[in-house]
């Protein structure tokens, strides 16, 4: 995928704030590819964690915003445990979905899809922490 | 030995019977655990964002409580609990302005938290403490070597800072059960994620994981898979079923929280735990190993 850039894409205030609602620094990142590698969801995902991280580097947050990733992560904290940088790659998932649920982003807890049979079926903590992760 | 202890909202419904084997087993182990007054859910998943201190309000206020028992440890059984209380004390620890906020809008509380008051505790890392030649003691039935697979899943181990045990090797469970005379086996799946929360709006990714988790455990022999977390059990236990109904050659494995084995081990009746709430039905291996 080619990206053009220049110095104004490059540091975006999206990209400040990504930072820091997330409190990581991204650009500590060197690619290395360990988060993308043990995270369970990332078959599902459109962008997968360390090219997440990457775009965030180069600005892109419209980008990421555009892809289903962080709607996709679990919250496991798998990426950033492994992370040899100490990159919160979990910490910029949340971050990604708080900027795109304050931007007003549709919900994604589809909730409303699911029979009342399945809602009742369901233990609380599954449908809480659905919520918790996906709305703000 | 009296400790706190605060239940959560799954251990009174879907997750009964890792309350009822949990307390049992430890009025065996002369634990007294007092639960909590006018508790509130913790909001399960602890919040990773700097800027919404909202979310932390339900948390902190399950301290307050403890804090008010006025004993300065909390017993969780589940793991989503353990993780969320313990993150949110390190956050206001860690940040003394959002502190600040959260107490000020916390006012009609009659009690302050500041962090560290209260430290908080997870059934396994409690159940470690216990002298292993009492725990020994207590157990009256031979499980003959029963094979069984130690499931830790994300939140007892993630992140480092309220890791019960190693991130990535956790031996907690595995002691707690060879000392109860049963057989852990290798087991790499045992910190990987199930899926968690998607299991409700991807369900699919869930029943992937799910699939990986129980080959990894029935292929390194194990009978049953024992694990600490109600939205893993729901989890394994649930969608091993669906696997099972869509493909019959899909070998299942039972599911059972740790207390309900050691529970039974340690000579409570059986027929505490209600064995309907099981989708994979663990009675014919428990009943092979004349534990029934
Ligand atoms: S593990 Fe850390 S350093 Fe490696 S690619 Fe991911 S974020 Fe970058
Ligand atoms: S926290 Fe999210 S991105 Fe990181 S490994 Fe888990 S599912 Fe993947």
Known sequence: MAISLNKEKLRTQECEKLQEVSGTNVYSCYQCGNCTAGCPCVDAMDIPPHEVIRLAQFGQIEKILDSNTMWICASCVTCSVRCPRSVDISGVMEALRQIALQNGNEDVTKLGELSSEELEELPQIAVISNFRKLTS | ?292
Not at chain 2, 29 to 49: P, R, Y
Not at chain 2, 114 to 134: A, R
């Open chain 2, 1 to 292: 030995m009296e400790i706190s202890y605060y239940p959560g909202c799954t251990l009174k419904t879907k997750a009964i019977n890792f309350e009822t084997s949990a307390l049992a087993l430890l009025e065996k182990l002369d634990v007294k655990a007092i639960e909590l007054k006018d508790w509130n859910c913790c909001g399960v998943m602890f919040s990773q964002s700097q800027d919404n201190l909202m979310k932390q309000l339900a948390p902190i206020r399950t301290l307050i409580r403890a804090k008010e028992s006025g004993r300065d440890r909390l017993l969780t059984l589940c793991s989503m609990c353990y993780n969320t209380l313990k993150r949110s004390a390190l956050f206001i620890q860690e940040n003394e302005d959002k502190r600040d906020k959260i107490n000020d809008f916390m006012d009609l509380e009659e009690t302050e938290y500041f962090g560290n008051e209260i430290e908080v505790v997870n059934i396994l890392t409690l159940l470690d403490e216990i002298d292993k030649d009492k725990l020994k003691a207590s157990i009256v039935k031979d499980a003959k070597d029963l094979k069984v697979a130690t499931y830790y899943g994300c939140l007892l181990t993630r992140p480092k800072e309220v890791a019960i045990d190693n991130v990535e090797d956790p031996q907690i469970m595995e002691n707690l059960l060879e000392a109860a005379g049963c057989k852990p086996v290798y087991f790499p799946f045992k910190t990987e994620c199930c899926a968690s929360f998607q299991v409700v709006s991807r369900k699919d990714i869930a029943r992937e994981r799910t699939r990986k988790i129980v080959d990894s455990a029935r292929k390194n022999g194990a009978e049953m898979i024992l694990l600490a977390c109600p939205l893993c059990e729901y989890n394994l236990d649930k969608l091993q079923k669906e696997l099972h109904e869509e493909d019959s050659t899909f070998e299942t494995l039972p599911v059972l929280y740790v207390t309900q084995l050691l529970a039974i081990l340690a000579g409570v009746d059986p027929e505490i735990n209600d064995y309907s709430k099981h989708y994979i039905d663990p009675r014919p291996v428990l009943e092979r190993k004349g534990l029934l």
